[in-house]
């Protein structure tokens, strides 16, 4: 070790895991260096799940305050701390809605978040974002299964719910999540699990 | 409850990795990957793709106060000083609820008893200290003592400095002397973070330390204690 010596970075560029090992210490500096990366991203899942700036903002502050008194219990072998942080809002979100439930989605926004959604810009491409594979495919699929998975990975709804809105019986609702998981699944570079 | 097959829980799959599955047949899936490695291997990799489908949403703008409110609310005033004899019992409660969550924590964060308390939150408080070798910080020791424990290391070595890669021991000192060994750090120029899991006793814990492959320390971080009242 001889030699060697601090080089201090300033928070914005240390990782992520770093960042919220230092909002779990309750070191300032770094919590708001972790709430500057994230809050665009937090805010933008909870205002895409309950569709309202108001609550969706009280839901991401909920999410931060989630993150701080649980850091500890983020394992980075189970995926990316946006990936951790996302999961947490989505859930807080998606329980809010619940309790104001029966708010029909509409079917107009539903249609514009599924095209913000697969949009794939040049940009996105030629910087092999590997968020790409996943647009494309979500893009690809039957729109009716798109709109079965968006509603239930976004918004919550279960299989009844989604049925009840589209005016199908249950079974195709369910038939649509799982064919459109299956093809999102199998889009992705991830290995997939073969079981039956 | 009759117990599914593996087909049955294979068309489940889907609905409980979007975390849509309601009542009885999320607890009969749940029930089944309980006792199955293979589906609770492909409900997790839907899980994944599930938790990618939602990062695809775009981000937004919150408005100008909204940072400073968070920042309030991560800095509550500290507990009083009469309420802090409850953290010895809250640890133990403590200790069950995060044993019981890990991960899936965010994922079903819904179910779990809340909210924490103050002195819940005071147990669970990461410690760290400076890591320094010759008087000379090199990074900073970051010790979580709840459940699961974990040590995570922050090293920043200089790009313009000579030192050869290497990797070096981690193990952390007890107040009397035993030691818990952690894992083998890869050491290199520039930033890198390193962590694993370890078994941690806040009351007990006094130094992280760095030892080479002659056994000699090259670096410590020293954890002060704050005295509970």
């Known amino acids: ?196 | 409850m009759a117990e599914l097959t593996c087909q049955q829980c294979q068309e489940l799959a889907a609905e409980l990795a979007l975390d849509v599955l309601p009542g009885r047949d999320r607890a009969e899936a749940l029930a089944h990957l309980d006792g199955c490695a293979g589906c609770r291997e492909t409900v997790a990799a839907l899980t994944a793709t599930a938790d990618r489908l939602v990062e695809l949403l775009p981000g937004a703008e919150p408005s100008a106060g909204f940072e400073q409110r968070v920042m309030t609310a991560l800095a509550p005033p500290p507990p009083p000083r009469a309420r802090r004899w409850r953290v010895a019992v809250a640890a133990a409660g403590l200790a069950i609820v995060l044993a019981t969550g890990g991960w899936m924590l965010g994922r079903a964060s819904h179910d779990l008893p809340q909210p924490e308390t103050d002195a819940q939150a005071d147990v669970r408080t990461v410690m760290f200290a400076p890591l320094t070798t010759e008087n000379r910080q090199i990074g900073e020791a970051y010790v979580y003592p709840g459940q699961p424990s974990w040590v995570y290391l922050a090293l920043d070595i200089d790009n313009d400095t000579d030192v050869p890669s290497s990797t070096v021991r981690c193990e952390l000192v007890r107040r009397d002397g035993s030691t818990v060994p952690v894992g083998t750090v890869p050491i290199a120029k520039g930033y890198r973070g390193w962590g694993g899991p370890a078994a941690v006793d806040r009351e007990t814990l006094a130094t992280a330390r760095l030892i080479n492959s002659n056994g000699h320390t090259v670096a410590t971080a020293h954890f002060r204690h704050t005295r509970r009242r």
């Open chain 1, 1 to 196: 070790m001889r030699g060697v010596h601090l080089r201090r970075r300033p928070p914005e560029r240390l990782p992520d895991d770093m960042l919220l090992a230092g909002l779990g210490a309750g070191d300032a500096q770094l919590a708001l260096a972790f709430v500057r990366r994230f809050q665009r991203t937090v805010f933008g899942v909870a205002l895409a799940v309950v569709g309202d700036s108001g609550l969706a903002e009280d839901i991401a502050q909920q999410a931060f305050e989630r993150a701080w008194r649980h850091a500890g219990l983020y394992d980075p072998r189970r995926g990316s701390v946006q990936t951790w942080l996302t999961s947490i809002v989505r859930h807080l979100a998606v329980d809010a809605v619940r309790v104001r439930r029966p708010a029909p989605v509409d079917p107009q926004d539903l249609m514009s978040l599924i095209a913000t959604i697969t949009d794939t810009p040049e940009r996105r491409v030629l910087a092999g974002e590997t968020s790409t594979e996943l647009r494309t495919a979500l893009a690809a699929l039957p729109p009716e299964q798109a709109r079965a998975v968006v509603m239930a990975a976004v918004h919550g709804m279960t299989a009844v719910e989604i049925a009840d809105l589209e005016g199908i019986p249950v079974g195709t609702a369910k038939s649509r999540i799982r064919a459109a998981m299956a093809k999102l699944h199998a889009a992705l570079p991830t290995p997939r699990a073969d079981h039956g």
